[in-house]
């Protein structure tokens, strides 16, 4: 939930060209997402949310946001230019509509809706205001051996990819979650809740527009006593270019191991597969960002750690100052969206 990388600043503005603000400090991710901006040469100049002791906590790390007394107040800012967000997810909707019909660009953790109706509504807010609602997929956008497989990818190192299978286990901590943690409605299900990474890497790896989901299933194994909540999940994909993919998400991370969750990836392509082990290399080594890559040539061991760096942020400033779509498209971004909602919407229930 505290997931904020520290990468090596990468300006791409000068200081003070690219004002934003911070709201809604529900999660954690809101570090991550307002770091990587810093990094890019982003300036923080405000935040927002309704408990001081968040707002106290967040200024130590950013104390150049000057606390406001509302969202209201964030959004007449007029050198506001894009407002980052990590609401209770089934928020995260209706508060990007404020944000784009105030002429901001919105930056909000993932998953960036729980329910179709709030994925229209904000296709066509987009359409009508010409913002842009831009997603923290932070389990590839802010993992450096992701950033690499995805260049690796592009200058054909594999082939063409045929196969994304992508495992997401997390250590669930109950003592450490909010209330709003344990709610269907409020989080939107496993799979579409951390589910959606998995789906938008498997459209980003494969370079497909879209997928079809073919099968998917939700449990609750081992936390019987929050009745709504799913601990395991799993979908089944194939893409509009014939690349599959399967998925695994859980809470169900043991304590015994060294970070939150081992994280992994397993690209085939015709030419050759690439192994993503993000935070740890399990039974080895506690540095994360390892990738395996093994071609026509032989096998590679890349060690990624400080020397990819995380572009995207970069990129989505430059995209909201030049109007461009270099660090994602929006239709990426709403189309990986519109996967997970549709992958729970049809997930059968085992009774485990």
């Known amino acids: 939930m505290n997931y904020a990388p520290e990468g090596k600043p990468n300006a791409v503005v000068e200081k003070g060209e690219f004002p934003f603000a911070a709201v809604a400090l529900d999660h954690g991710h809101i570090y991550g997402q307002c770091k990587g901006l810093a990094e890019a040469g982003g300036h923080l100049r405000y935040v927002y949310d309704p408990d001081p002791v968040k707002v106290e906590k967040f200024c130590k790390t950013f104390p150049s946001a000057e606390p406001m007394p509302s969202v209201d107040a964030v959004l007449e800012k007029s050198d506001v230019m894009l407002v980052a967000a990590a609401a209770v997810p089934n928020e995260r909707g209706p508060l ?13 953790d993932k998953t960036p809706f729980t329910t179709a109706e709030q994925l229209n509504a904000a296709r066509a807010k987009v359409k009508e ?39 997401g286990p997390h250590r669930c901590s109950p003592g450490s979650r909010p209330a709003w943690f344990w709610s269907q409605e409020k989080t939107g299900g496993i799979l579409c809740d951390i589910g959606s990474h998995q789906f938008e890497q498997f459209l980003h790896y494969a370079g497909a527009e879209n997928a079809t989901v073919v099968n998917a299933q939700v449990a609750n194994y081992h936390h019987k006593n929050f009745p709504e909540f799913e601990d395991w999940g799993e979908a089944n994909l194939v893409a509009d270019n014939g690349a599959t993919n399967y998925i695994r998400v859980d809470w169900l991370n043991p304590d015994g191991l060294r970070t939150w969750g081992d994280g992994r990836t397993f690209i085939l392509g015709t030419a050759g597969y690439i192994e993503l082990r993000k935070y740890l290399d399990v039974g080895r080594e506690a540095e994360g960002d390892q990738l395996y890559l093994v071609d026509q040539k032989g096998e590679q061991h890349i060690r990624c750690h400080g020397e990819v760096g995380y572009p995207f942020f970069g990129q989505l400033i430059l995209d909201c100052l030049n109007r461009t779509e270099t660090a994602m498209t929006q239709e990426h971004a709403f189309r990986a969206a519109e996967l997970c909602l549709h992958a729970q919407a049809t997930a059968r229930k085992i009774e485990g």
Do not use: P, W
């Open 96 to 108: 990007g509509l404020r944000v784009m019909a105030a002429g901001k660009d919105y930056f909000t």
């Open 129 to 167: 205001t010409g913002r842009k609602y831009m997603v923290y997929f932070s389990e590839r956008l802010h993992v450096e051996c992701a950033v690499r497989a995805g260049q690796l990818i592009e200058h054909g190192a594999i082939g063409r990819v045929v196969q994304v299978i992508g495992l």
